[in-house]
């Protein structure tokens, strides 16, 4: 049995043994069953493993799989075998469970529905994805763009801003003491490497503070590098996004749309810019703006034209909210583009108007990326973004910590291919629950005669709040039913509602008082996402949450 020896104090050796691993109990267990107590497992056997044991889908593991994946595992173990029997021992098997390219906790194939539009995807997404370290000061190089490729990564981002001579193209964080690398170079590893961990599309998102002489220059380089690989849309705004599939193998460019410049006297007469995605220049505070934080450097002394060719290329547009959030979250939802958010301010939307964030990611694209302050090349927690639908979740992925830990099990999902389908709450429409309360009955059962007035019957009425979603936020009340224990309303509330999954529906009953607070009569919480239609009879709850034993309503629930 082998040993290692450890130095203690400079004075002596201590060796301890190196024990090799055993199958737990369990696994000793299931090769018995499965063998009925004998040394070997053939595929039939290991075959009933996997369905009885794992709980894999029978119609998936055939008895042809079951042989290929026995094969597989003597191919791995031949060379420790003594046998040449076609049959596993129990070395053998506890071998197959321990290794995690035989045996994945998770499926490691694509099995999402790919043929969604584009938006209706997460999508695994970098920020600042050039740079070798912190914010300020590290390299700027292709490698991290290799790493990033090599792990499946689908967005990358790179500034570009003109060198030093204004003759050509670099890549570097604006405005610190990065060092920068070549534009042209960074491209080619994109173009060697796009594919490597995933044949889904890739988007490189351009952070632009370049010339429109310049902008050509990106232009003919992406053209020339990317060929075909290159998508390049059939308009200028699209009203619906290719799926995954579609876009298989395919480059996209998203960014803002440079502004075009009419001559002088077209300019003096019409006084109005001609480009579609001027709003992508307007002032905005820093943390509602694109996270260049910078206008594209355009020289509009010179009068100079845009780079139609570069523009062309733009298949995802970009920009700022030109009117304040909440208008850019409402307005154009008709045509495709994308937002970038700062976590801040993604925090604040949510917080004011998340069904407004949710709504335009059911068509549009968020990306959120890191605040500022992150020097250090941190990132923040991705929970809040994902459930508001945002797709371009943007890590600093040279950085570590439990938020990237996440970000990376997250996008272990669906085969590692960087796509992960949105759950189905995000992308539904609007609905509604009707809600009609006929009647409640019980209260003389639970109470006493006189807990609620000490002179006549109960005088109720039934409060609903809808909470959730801040836009589902909704309070209903019925009339008051005078002097009876058996109250009949008879009476329907309409309860629209955006994100049912996230709605719970508060049902409180409580007692008319004109001189005093409203006694309190029960109540009940019901998730709405697990209502079922029809008529129910719905029990109520004391303050602490214990059943009353006899008190209820009589509600019918409908939607639409």
Request: glycine share 6%; aromatic share 10%; net charge neutral.
């Amino acid at each position: 049995m082998a040993s290692h020896s450890y130095r203690m104090f400079m004075c002596f050796n201590r060796k301890f043994k190196i024990t090799e691993a055993q199958p737990p109990s369990d696994v000793v267990e299931a090769f018995s069953v499965c063998t009925d107590k004998g040394n070997y497992m053939n595929a039939t056997q290991l075959r009933r493993f996997l369905i009885d044991f794992q709980g894999e889908d029978p119609a998936l593991i055939t008895d042809i799989a079951a042989v290929r994946l026995l094969d597989l595992i003597l191919q791995r173990r031949r060379h420790l075998s003594k046998f040449t029997k076609q049959a596993l021992t129990l070395d053998d098997f506890f071998f197959f469970l321990f290794c995690h390219h035989l045996n994945s906790p998770i499926l490691n194939q694509v099995h999402h529905d790919m043929t969604a539009p584009l938006q209706h995807y997460y999508i695994y997404t970098g920020h600042n994805s050039y740079l070798t370290g912190n914010q300020l000061s590290s390299d700027c190089s292709d490698v991290p763009l290799i790493k990033v490729l090599q792990r499946g990564v689908r967005v990358i981002e790179l500034d570009i801003w003109p060198n030093s001579a204004k003759n050509d193209i670099n890549v570097l964080h604006g405005r610190t003491l990065t060092t920068p690398v070549p534009l042209i170079k960074c491209l080619k590893s994109i173009r060697d490497h796009a594919f490597a961990a995933s044949p889904y599309p890739l988007i490189i998102t351009l952070e632009d503070h370049l010339t429109p002489g310049l902008q050509a220059k990106v232009a003919k380089m992406l053209t020339d590098i990317f060929g075909e690989m290159l998508y390049t849309p059939e308009s200028e705004h699209l009203e619906e996004f290719p799926s995954p599939e579609e876009l298989k193998y395919r480059i996209i460019i998203s960014t803002k749309p440079p502004k075009e410049y009419l001559e002088a006297k077209v300019l003096k007469s019409n006084k109005e810019d001609t480009s579609a995605g001027s709003s992508g220049d307007e002032t905005q505070p820093n943390d509602m703006a694109d996270d260049s934080d910078e206008d594209q450097d355009i020289d509009t002394k010179s009068g100079q034209l845009a780079a139609p060719e570069y523009k062309r290329l733009i298949a995802i547009r970009a920009g700022k909210p030109k009117d304040g959030l909440r208008v850019a979250l409402r307005s154009g939802l008709e045509k495709v583009r994308r937002l970038s958010l700062s976590e801040v301010a993604l925090e604040k939307a949510a917080s004011n108007y998340g069904v407004d964030v949710v709504r335009f990611t059911q068509r549009n694209f968020l990306r959120i990326y890191p605040k500022g302050s992150r020097i250090r090349s941190s990132n923040y927690k991705p929970l809040v973004a994902w459930m508001h639908g945002a797709q371009m979740v943007a890590f600093n992925m040279q950085g570590y910590g439990k938020s990237l830990w996440a970000m990376h099990g997250m996008f272990r999902s669906n085969g590692g291919c960087g796509y992960v389908k949105k759950p189905d709450f995000l992308m539904n429409k609007c609905s509604t629950d009707e809600v009609r309360v006929y009647m409640g009955d019980g209260w003389r059962l639970d109470f006493k005669k006189t807990h609620f007035d000490t002179f006549s019957p109960p005088d109720f009425y039934v409060k609903f709040r809808l909470i959730g979603a801040p836009k589902d936020y909704v309070k209903k009340k019925t009339k008051v039913i005078e002097d009876d224990w058996v109250p009949v309303w008879d009476q329907e509330f309409v309860f629209p509602l955006t994100i049912p999954e996230l709605a719970l529906l508060q049902i409180e009953v409580r007692e008319y008082d004109m001189s005093e607070k409203d006694d309190f009569g029960g109540q009940s919480c019901l998730p709405v996402s697990e209502l079922k239609s029809g008529i129910r009879s719905v029990q109520l709850f004391d303050k602490k949450g214990e059943k009353l034993p006899s008190a209820r309503l009589l509600i019918k629930f409908q939607f639409s």
